[in-house]
């Protein structure tokens, strides 16, 4: 997979991601030598945070991207970001939201960030622990598409191609742009009467390219575009109108409210009392009142540190492995391995049949070994047996795949991802059949796999490669 820059030019996914972990270890390292203190990889663990939302694949590949920028795998745990804010406020309770700590205490976790809103829910138990009670769920409905449409006003000013051109010649400026809204969306508030929004923009950048390519000056061209009666040049600043500006955030908005009011239809839910907003968008008071004002019956709570909760939770969740914290998780996806079982002409189609030295078999059959919605322990362990189909096999690879849709048969059914192979070595192999027991490890907040000779009771050598296409330059 690739990612483009702000000019169109391209990288490698996995090698951006690893850069910026890369560097953001750096600084962590230069820092605290700043202070005396040396950092040893192999003695430090490295806590990553990602979405609940993201599937395994993109777990897996921020896994290979952290590898990537020097991290040891054995030293790195992943964590969801709205757990790693449970965790947190489980163990430091907010200020309003007290409640929350007690048996039996339902809550949600909102996290919006600046990609994502990401939601959870827990239920306090007895032994101390978190029970997540529906799957996690989320949208790409963060601070950044409120900035899209902060985006798309400049579009209607100068046209889509005046803006690429922009991005080409101005790239720094043109972050800058973006930067000057970022500060202001988060100070505009649901009370201030104020007319007028400022936000800083690179003007002289911006004023260079309209005279060159408008053959206008920047003040001439706002004051003649269609948005002219919502915004005015001031300094180098524009003044966007109050209410014009509030009007970005409604999309986004009503997606966030939309996500929680469908989770509140799930009847593990009902009885809610608390919805914790954290985040680095949760502070905006736009959100907090779109959300406050659709939600009247829940004490809807921002803590004071909600920007910071999920890095100081996932720096708890670090000290203590997370089956310390999250008792139970429910499955977003339905896994399976893709097998290639003996052909049965009542239940596999005719056209998938297939032979292995001489004997009839069925090609890409979808064998799940857990379903979707399923509450898992921490921990759980699902063991399946697979069988050598040649003489002298000297391994299984197991193409696992994922789904959300139910009732799929087959591996090649459009819904059916491959999330990765697992390669399981057979030890001593021979011209007879030979067993093995492959062992999927679910409950905590990635996929493990170990497996298992059946005659001899020896682990394999195992090992789990996600799907390539996220990892190759092509």
């Given at each position: 997979m690739l990612l483009k820059d702000i000019r169109g030019r391209t990288l490698p996914a996995v090698e951006v991601f690893s850069l910026s972990i890369q560097a953001l270890k750096n600084h962590l390292t230069k820092t605290v030598e700043v202070r005396g203190v040396c950092v040893d990889d192999r003695k430090t663990k490295w806590v990553l945070t990602v979405p609940a939302i993201w599937t395994e694949t993109a777990k897996c590949f921020?896994?290979?991207?952290?590898?990537?920028?020097?991290?040891?795998?054995?030293?790195?745990?992943?964590?969801?970001?709205?757990?790693?804010?449970?965790?947190?406020?489980?163990?430091?309770?907010?200020?309003?939201?007290?409640?929350?700590?007690?048996?039996?205490?339902?809550?949600?976790?909102?996290?919006?960030?600046?990609?994502?809103?990401?939601?959870?829910?827990?239920?306090?138990?007895?032994?101390?622990?978190?029970?997540?009670?529906?799957?996690?769920?989320?949208?790409?409905?963060?601070?950044?598409?409120?900035?899209?449409?902060?985006?798309?006003?400049?579009?209607?000013?100068?046209?889509?191609?005046?803006?690429?051109e922009f991005k080409d010649k101005f790239p720094e400026s043109y972050l800058s742009l973006i930067r000057g809204f970022e500060a202001t969306k988060r100070t505009i508030e649901t009370s201030r009467e104020s007319v007028y929004e400022n936000v800083a923009i690179p003007f002289a950048a911006l004023d260079e390219l309209c005279k060159a390519e408008?053959?206008?000056?920047?003040?001439?061209?706002?004051?003649?575009?269609?948005?002219?009666?919502?915004?005015?040049?001031?300094?180098?600043?524009?003044?966007?109108?109050?209410?014009?500006?509030?009007?970005?955030?409604?999309?986004?908005?009503?997606?966030?409210?939309?996500?929680?009011q469908e989770l509140l239809l799930e009847k593990e839910v009902l009885h809610i009392e608390y919805i914790l907003l954290v985040g680095g968008f949760a502070s905006c008071e736009l959100v907090q009142a779109a959300i406050k004002s659709h939600f009247p019956g829940k004490t809807v709570v921002v803590p004071e540190d909600a920007s910071t909760a999920v890095l100081k939770g996932a720096v708890l969740s670090g000290f203590n492995t997370d089956h310390d914290y999250i008792s139970s998780r429910v499955m977003r996806y339905t896994y399976g391995m893709e097998i290639t079982p003996n052909f049965d002409s009542k239940k596999h189609d005719i056209k998938r049949k297939i032979y292995i030295d001489g004997k009839p078999y069925c090609n890409k059959v979808f064998s799940p070994f857990i379903m979707s919605n399923t509450s898992v322990n921490a921990g759980k362990e699902i063991c399946k047996r697979y069988t050598t189909t040649q003489q002298f096999q000297n391994s299984h690879n197991l193409p696992i795949f994922f789904t959300e849709k139910e009732g799929?048969?087959?591996?090649?059914?459009?819904?059916?991802?491959?999330?990765?192979?697992?390669?399981?070595?057979?030890?001593?192999?021979?011209?007879?059949?030979?067993?093995?027991?492959?062992k999927f490890h679910f409950g905590g907040t990635e996929l493990n796999v170990t497996a298992e000779d059946e005659e001899s009771g020896k682990q394999c050598k195992t090992s789990f490669e996600i799907q390539d296409f996220l990892l190759t330059k092509k």
């Amino acid at each position: 997979m690739l990612l483009k820059d702000i000019r169109g030019r391209t990288l490698p996914a996995v090698e951006v991601f690893s850069l910026s972990i890369q560097a953001l270890k750096n600084h962590l390292t230069k820092t605290v030598e700043v202070r005396g203190v040396c950092v040893d990889d192999r003695k430090t663990k490295w806590v990553l945070t990602v979405p609940a939302i993201w599937t395994e694949t993109a777990k897996c590949f921020m896994r290979k991207s952290a590898e990537m920028a020097g991290i040891p795998s054995d030293m790195l745990s992943i964590a969801l970001e709205p757990e790693a804010a449970s965790i947190y406020y489980q163990t430091f309770p907010p200020v309003g939201c007290k409640g929350i700590v007690k048996d039996g205490a339902k809550y949600l976790i909102v996290d919006v960030g600046g990609g994502t809103t990401d939601i959870t829910v827990h239920e306090k138990l007895s032994n101390g622990t978190l029970k997540e009670l529906v799957k996690a769920t989320g949208d790409d409905c963060g601070g950044t598409s409120v900035d899209n449409q902060y985006i798309q006003m400049f579009i209607k000013i100068f046209g889509r191609p005046f803006l690429n051109e922009f991005k080409d010649k101005f790239p720094e400026s043109y972050l800058s742009l973006i930067r000057g809204f970022e500060a202001t969306k988060r100070t505009i508030e649901t009370s201030r009467e104020s007319v007028y929004e400022n936000v800083a923009i690179p003007f002289a950048a911006l004023d260079e390219l309209c005279k060159a390519e408008l053959k206008e000056d920047l003040r001439t061209i706002l004051a003649n575009s269609s948005q002219a009666d919502r915004l005015k040049l001031y300094g180098d600043k524009i003044r966007i109108k109050t209410e014009y500006a509030k009007s970005f955030f409604k999309q986004t908005n009503d997606q966030i409210v939309s996500l929680i009011q469908e989770l509140l239809l799930e009847k593990e839910v009902l009885h809610i009392e608390y919805i914790l907003l954290v985040g680095g968008f949760a502070s905006c008071e736009l959100v907090q009142a779109a959300i406050k004002s659709h939600f009247p019956g829940k004490t809807v709570v921002v803590p004071e540190d909600a920007s910071t909760a999920v890095l100081k939770g996932a720096v708890l969740s670090g000290f203590n492995t997370d089956h310390d914290y999250i008792s139970s998780r429910v499955m977003r996806y339905t896994y399976g391995m893709e097998i290639t079982p003996n052909f049965d002409s009542k239940k596999h189609d005719i056209k998938r049949k297939i032979y292995i030295d001489g004997k009839p078999y069925c090609n890409k059959v979808f064998s799940p070994f857990i379903m979707s919605n399923t509450s898992v322990n921490a921990g759980k362990e699902i063991c399946k047996r697979y069988t050598t189909t040649q003489q002298f096999q000297n391994s299984h690879n197991l193409p696992i795949f994922f789904t959300e849709k139910e009732g799929v048969n087959y591996t090649d059914d459009e819904t059916c991802i491959k999330l990765g192979t697992v390669y399981v070595g057979i030890m001593t192999p021979t011209e007879y059949l030979r067993h093995v027991d492959v062992k999927f490890h679910f409950g905590g907040t990635e996929l493990n796999v170990t497996a298992e000779d059946e005659e001899s009771g020896k682990q394999c050598k195992t090992s789990f490669e996600i799907q390539d296409f996220l990892l190759t330059k092509k």
